[in-house]
């Protein structure tokens, strides 16, 4: 039995076109890794360029001091591992939501409270070139990958 050249045409599309999408990276993929705060976005921010110039000096050493050792490695599996100097902590992380270079995850961790419950809460990250901007609680903080 012969195809038609339009059937083979079709058939070959199809089947290139759920390849591709089998291959594509999820967009979590982005996440994956180690993350060292930017601190020269931080002295950059609308924030810091608008504190009164008293506190600016305060402030600068506490950013290059803080910023140089706060880390963040997200794990595939959905595990998550914080430092901030001698602080270290591990967590859980799961997608809540994706729309372009915009992603909403969930993260629980920390140490439990009096009732025995992680910290847990929702934190818009986005994504441009080849930083990550996280928002948390309203403060965005930028990120590179180490």
């Known amino acids: 039995m012969r195809t038609s050249p339009r059937l083979s045409l079709a058939a070959l599309t199809l089947f290139v076109a759920f390849g ?22 931080a002295l950059a ?12 000096e305060f402030a600068k050493k506490m950013i290059e001091e803080m910023g140089s050792k706060m ?7 959905g595990k998550v591992h914080v430092e901030m100097g001698e602080m270290k902590e591990d967590g859980e992380w799961s997608v809540k939501s994706v729309e372009g270079d915009k992603m909403v995850i969930h993260s629980k ?15 818009t990250i986005t994504f441009k070139g080849d930083r990550m901007i996280m928002n948390m609680k309203g403060e965005d903080m930028t990120f590179m990958k180490k």
């Open 20 to 41: 591709l999408s089998a291959c594509a990276e999820k967009p979590e993929k982005r996440l994956i890794g180690k993350w060292g705060m930017d601190t020269q976005a």
């Open 45 to 56: 921010s609308e924030k810091f360029t608008k504190m009164p110039e008293d506190q600016k």
């Open 71 to 77: 880390i963040f490695e997200f794990q595939e599996g």
């Open 109 to 123: 961790g920390g140490k439990p409270d009096a009732e025995g419950k992680q910290k847990e809460e929702d934190v």
